[in-house]
């Protein structure tokens, strides 16, 4: 042990010691005790392992044959005992008594229970009448595709037959639980649905909505009640209070805004006050409240905020009252419940805890419960972050969903973790009677029924689609009744599950939309919409045709189901399409394709004609009345209502208007009447009314305090998602190698359904994504990583093996004809400047550089520059290297047999020089590869001397010859670039760093910038990775200034501009995305210019005030330029300045080396090349934006050279050609609108 890698233990002496014959102990050998044994073979511990198992299982078998494990647990586990695996039998005595009005609750291991439980006291307990093996059985009844976009909300109505669901295309859909027949839409809302509630007599119906309005229906006409507008961002949450005082009832809603409203409404009348009592909790801005949650009496409301707070509201006093505000979490609260039955509830937060909180002694108290709490034997876990909460039906667990895959089930009075089911979770759901089940959900596709008792599944499914991959599922209901549940997932699904045949639902489609759901609404002053065409109320309107996706009507059987066609003839169940009121001819769909028409549908033809007609004033045309009198065309039954035009299915179904629309006067009474949903009966409501009283007084007894109750029964509050629109997307097409100048044309890409992880051309995200390369956040010496204003060596020896190595492997298509050294003279090294940085979308995602000439003595630039592509690539070399690395390793002189280090895969490795020879006999001068080494594992390899380290005294060595040791993390910061004076401004970069990241922080948290806060989700938006090639948000730039990865403000802010430039390439220009992505970039980089300012709030206000005032004459006339027109002007302009040799001073940035106390005077540095960057990366917004920023050109040179002999004086005359030629671009355009 002494000479092996265990020398500590055999200080301590780990073998046991020897004893001779006289009775003294000595220390023993590893030899001796060789010797001793000599019957051991090698493997002798794992012969005993492999024997163990066959002798318990004869005794004890195991209660999965087969299964060999040293961790198993129960009947799997290797300390497993006749004792501990028997079941538990009671004797008929212990069953006679009651506890509670029930006989006593048995183990989980208790077997064979006898029936004489019931026989003597005429109970029994439900564990025993319904075991969970029951649960097994439930299956999926249908999997329905009703929605075009992905579906967040589900819930059921009180008495379970009835399912609603809300969904990112605006609608709201009420299906049959029994048979899942499309009943009804709601239609009006004007963005994503956020959440929904229905109210407990069952006639009502909620829904908020990103659009940040709640709209009301009934349930029973469906027809409009209410549009709530109190909320001046989206809605996040909603809930009916449980509390009745005679007919007076409340609807709770909070916003992103801030606010929480409560809704007051009369349970007689159906009405609701539109003036709300509002609470505005905004204590700074951009905080939202998130989550909310009744108490199971109504008398509590408590809800939860990104400030971290918890606030309770009372009811007692017969209005709402906030009477707490609870700040123990460290991070926001963004899932709260209360109980089933006491005045307690739970809240979960994004620091990884949760807390049980219970009114005690006029003070609220609370259980922590924190997430990083294990049981002995489990590894520790980081960064834990909760991500659900719910309890069980009875109170006694709370169950809490983690980002780790993990579920934790807690007692709920002591707050002691029970145990860990292992899996990856987003919804709970408990089963509404039965305390022992639970569903969950999850992004992975798996929906699972778990046992709580024993912490085991019962019964899995996974959310496959043919063709397309899982389905991500979002939200999961169980229905009141115990008997089905249903989720919905990303593609737009609902899937049912439940006990029993699932025939009526073979009876069904698997597609099911209205022809009517995505026509064109118009809305009154009130926000209450009408059918653009028909004019009518969407409630009032006929009950529609029952199509596909596509919009192809199905078969007559189908229209059956529709509410209102159960009884129609054959004929009136085929979607015939008449005149509309523009009087164009339309089709008739028909099963047979020589129909004829009937008389009675011409006459309607005719007449509906005529009062178009006369609506208008206008005079009936001959082709209108050829129209009218000849026979309808009819088409093909396979044709469907796709026409021309109508290349999107059922959201173009609003082009043709069907003439059974046309409803009349007795239509409209009848269709008034029918019942979507019927009302809870009066024995059922009369009883959950006296549960809620029961409630109520239960409380108010348990504690002397006014301060009871806690949340609602109402399901699991979910955080509606960000979402960024779903619009459409732009690829850049790849050009030559030594192509520069316009912006590259971009091409529209269909926009398709999501396809699991496939991209495009079969090819999966991952192959797409861009490597680590240029997504790492912390910075690496190799490889090399391209920054804005890096000084560098360039080395052709290193790029011209990148290009056949390239070439050879056939990465990419490349021409080695067409690199620099074919277009210019270059020398073996050259020290170059890097201007211009772009990541061009490919396979691999490759770096477009533009290399400036440097003169070595002066550091100016010397006018010639060339452009390059490259990515990093195994087993080549870095042939650009930083100024500063060169010149450390310049400096110092290696010699033959010197050890020296070297930084590989983040570790030290060791080795020594051999020999120093060129790479190639025609570069003898170049230091490119010209040591030979030998690493201490034998290795040979080339090494240039900037890629080798000095081994310092104190340096750790590895304890085995030839392996390496971690680099550390002070290591890793002294290998960092150490920047100049002037590139952070007047301060270090630390301080820099440190008060932007503070900026950042709070950029954060405003609603303008959440959709830039994290990355953007590929398996939501697949094709982003496809579009844009170097992807960024505001918590990578953190991250990357928190490690100090940014070598000047410069590359800090190129980045930040990449922001908007994404956002735009992505997206369609003017879209709402956009203009948020170049207010936020805006924002960050005015911030980051102004080194003295250390608050971002204020300089927000002040901008989104000046965004806000209206652009008169001006902006209006902007607009109507032709965008590429004018930027094509701009870079005619730019061109011809960098021609005038006047303009030199002012092409690039000021050097401060040279000038030093440049940034003294100047706040806002700016240059003709940046000018021309910002035009050319399409971030300037109207051509007054760009002459703003060549006026500072000029205002700066004024502001720091006043003397007029200085030759920075011939500014005015770069001046007077840029506003010259600016008037004259201007005149132009002028004639080409006018």
Request: proline share 6%.
């Amino acid at each position: 042990l002494e000479d092996g890698p265990c020398q500590q233990a055999a200080q301590v002496g780990l073998l046991p010691k020897r004893t001779d014959w006289t009775g003294k102990e000595h220390p023993r050998s590893y030899q001796n005790l060789v010797r001793q044994r000599p019957h051991l073979a090698p493997d002798h511990l794992l012969q005993i392992c492999h024997r163990l198992g066959p002798l318990l299982e004869q005794e004890i078998p195991q209660s999965v044959p087969g299964v060999q494990t040293l961790l198993g647990a129960g009947r799997q586990s290797l300390l497993r005992t006749n004792k501990s695996c028997k079941h538990v039998v009671w004797k008929g005595s212990a069953l006679a008594a009651l506890h509670c009005g029930r006989p006593p609750e048995s183990p989980v291991n208790y077997g064979s229970p006898p029936s004489i439980g019931k026989k003597l006291n005429g109970k029994y307990r439900l564990e025993r009448l319904v075991p969970t093996a029951v649960y097994q059985h439930m299956k999926m009844h249908k999997r329905i595709l009703g929605h075009l976009s992905s579906v967040y909300c589900v819930t059921f109505d009180r008495t379970g037959r009835r399912i609603f669901t809300g969904s990112d295309d605006c609608l709201v859909k009420i299906w049959a639980t029994d048979d899942g027949r499309l009943l009804a839409t709601l239609r009006g809302h004007a963005a994503e649905i956020s959440d929904m509630a229905v109210n407990y007599e069952n006639t009502m119906i909620a829904a908020g909505s990103c659009d940040k309005m709640i709209r009301v229906w009934c349930l029973r006409t469906c027809a409009p009640l209410a549009v709530l507008q109190g909320h001046s961002a989206s809605i996040t949450s909603l809930q009916f209070s449980p509390l009745c005082s005679g007919s007076k009832r409340y609807l709770s809603s909070t916003g992103a805004d801030g606010t929480i409203c409560f809704w007051l409404w009369d349970a007689g009348t159906l009405k609701i006050n539109p003036r709300p009592t509002k609470f505005t909790e905004r204590p700074r801005p951009g905080v939202q409240m998130i989550c909310s949650s009744f108490s199971a009496g109504g008398m509590f409301l408590a809800t939860g905020s990104t400030d971290h707070i918890i606030r309770v509201y009372f009811f007692g006093s017969g209005q709402p009252e906030k009477i707490s505000e609870l700040e123990f979490h460290t991070d926001k609260v963004d899932s709260i419940q209360f109980s089933n039955s006491s005045s307690r509830f739970v809240s979960g937060s994004r620091d990884g805890t949760a807390r049980i909180w219970q009114f005690k002694r006029r003070e609220w108290k609370s259980i922590l419960l924190d997430m990083a709490t294990r049981p002995a034997g489990y590894l520790k876990s980081i960064d834990i972050v909760l991500t659900m909460v719910a309890w069980d039906r009875h109170d006694n667990s709370v169950i809490t969903a983690v980002n780790n895959m993990t579920l934790k089930v807690w007692n709920s009075f002591t707050g002691q973790l029970i145990h860990i089911p292992h899996d990856e979770v987003f919804v709970l759901e408990p089963h509404p009677f039965d305390p022992r089940v639970l569903f969950s959900a999850g992004h992975d596709g798996n929906v699972i029924v778990w046992d709580l008792a024993r912490g085991v599944k019962i019964r899995s499914y996974f959310n496959m689609i043919e063709g397309q991959g899982h389905g991500a599922v979002f939200d999961c209901k169980c229905s009141p009744d115990g008997q089905h549940f249903a989720c919905t997932d990303s593609h737009g699904h609902l899937l049912i599950f439940g006990f029993g045949s699932s025939s009526k639902y073979d009876k069904i489609a698997d597609q099911m939309f209205f022809h009517s759901d995505y026509r064109p609404l118009i809305r009154d002053a009130n926000n209450f919409v009408l059918d653009e065409q028909t004019q009518q109320a969407p409630h009032l309107m006929p009950p529609p045709f029952l199509v596909d996706v596509d919009g192809n009507p199905h078969p007559a059987r189908y229209q059956r189901l529709v509410p209102g066609r159960e009884n129609c003839r054959e004929e009136q169940l085929i979607p015939q399409m008449g005149v509309t009121s523009s009087g164009m001819e339309n089709f008739i769909l028909s099963q047979q394709a020589n129909q004829e028409v009937s008389p009675l549908d011409s006459m309607i033809q005719r007449l509906q004609q005529e009062q178009d007609q006369r609506r208008s004033g206008e005079a009936g045309t001959s082709s209108t009345s050829r129209i009218s009198r000849g026979k309808l065309l009819h088409s093909p039954p396979n044709i469907g209502l796709r026409r021309s035009g109508q290349i999107e299915g059922v959201r173009q179904m609003h082009s043709n208007a069907p003439r059974s629309e046309i409803a009349t006067e007795r239509d409209l009474v009848a269709w008034s009447r029918r019942v979507v949903v019927p009302e809870l009966s009066s024995g059922l409501f009369n009883f959950c009314f006296l549960i809620s009283l029961y409630l109520l007084h239960v409380i108010h007894s348990d504690y002397s305090s006014d301060y009871s109750d806690w949340t609602a029964d109402a399901g699991i509050n979910l955080q509606p998602p960000k979402k960024i629109p779903k619009l459409k997307t732009k690829k850049a097409e790849s050009s030559s190698e030594d192509e520069e100048g316009p912006e590259k044309q971009k091409k529209q890409i269909k926009k398709e359904r999501k396809k699991g992880v496939l991209a495009e051309n079969g090819l999966t995200l991952e192959e797409w994504l861009p490597s680590a390369w240029i997504t790492d956040t912390v910075p690496r010496r190799c490889p090399f990583v391209p920054q804005m204003g890096d000084e560098v060596y360039y080395f052709r020896q290193g790029h011209e093996a990148y290009v056949v190595m390239a070439k050879k492997n056939k990465i990419y298509s490349i021409n080695p004809k067409k690199q620099p050294w074919h277009k210019m003279e270059l020398r073996e090294q050259e020290l170059m400047k890097i201007v211009g940085i772009k990541y061009e979308v490919g396979l691999p995602t490759l770096c477009c550089l533009k290399l400036a000439f440097l003169d070595p003595d002066t550091g100016k630039l010397t006018g010639g520059s060339f452009t390059m592509k490259y990515h990093d690539m195994p087993d080549v070399i870095d042939f650009l290297v930083l100024r500063q690395q060169f010149d450390d390793a310049k400096h110092r002189r290696w010699n033959i047999g010197d050890r020296f280090r070297s930084v590989i895969d983040d570790a030290w490795w060791f080795g020594t020089i051999e020999s120093q020879e060129p790479l190639q006999p025609d570069y003898p001068d170049s230091l490119f590869q010209c040591y030979n080494v030998c690493w201490d594992n034998g290795d040979t390899e080339k090494m240039s001397p900037w890629d080798m380290e000095l081994i310092p005294s104190n340096a750790v060595f590895p304890e085995e010859l030839g392996t390496s040791v971690p680099l550390t993390d002070d290591e890793r910061r002294t290998l960092l670039y150490k920047p100049l004076d002037g590139e952070w401004g007047s301060r270090t970069r630390d301080e820099e760093c440190d008060r932007i990241i503070a900026g950042i922080n709070q950029l954060m948290t405003l609603d303008i910038a959440s959709a830039f806060v994290a990355p953007v989700d590929l398996q939501a938006y697949p094709m982003y990775c496809t579009v844009v090639a170097y992807p960024t948000d505001l918590s990578t730039i953190k991250q990357r200034l928190e490690s100090r990865f940014y070598r000047r403000l410069s590359s800090l802010m190129w980045e930040v501009r990449y922001i908007e430039h994404n956002t735009r390439t992505f997206n369609e220009p003017g879209s709402p995305i956009v203009k948020s992505a170049k207010f936020v970039t805006d924002l960050l980089l005015h911030f980051i210019k102004d080194q003295s300012c250390y608050d971002i709030i204020p300089l927000y206000n002040s901008m989104k005030k000046k965004d806000h005032q209206p652009k008169r004459r001006l902006r209006n006339r902007a607009q109507s330029y032709d965008i590429q027109s004018w930027k094509k002007q701009c870079q005619e302009l730019l061109n011809l300045i960098f021609q005038c040799e006047d303009s030199e001073p002012f092409r690039q940035p000021v050097d401060l080396l040279e000038y030093p106390d440049y940034r003294d005077i100047i706040d806002t540095p700016m240059d003709f090349a940046t000018v021309r960057e910002t035009l050319e990366a399409g971030n300037y917004e109207s051509p007054m934006e760009l002459c703003k920023d060549v006026r500072l050109i000029f205002s700066n040179s004024k502001a720091y050279t006043p003397s007029k002999r200085s030759r920075v004086r011939l500014h005015f005359l770069s001046e007077r050609i840029f506003i010259a030629g600016k008037k004259k671009k201007k005149k132009r355009t002028e004639k080409q609108i006018m």
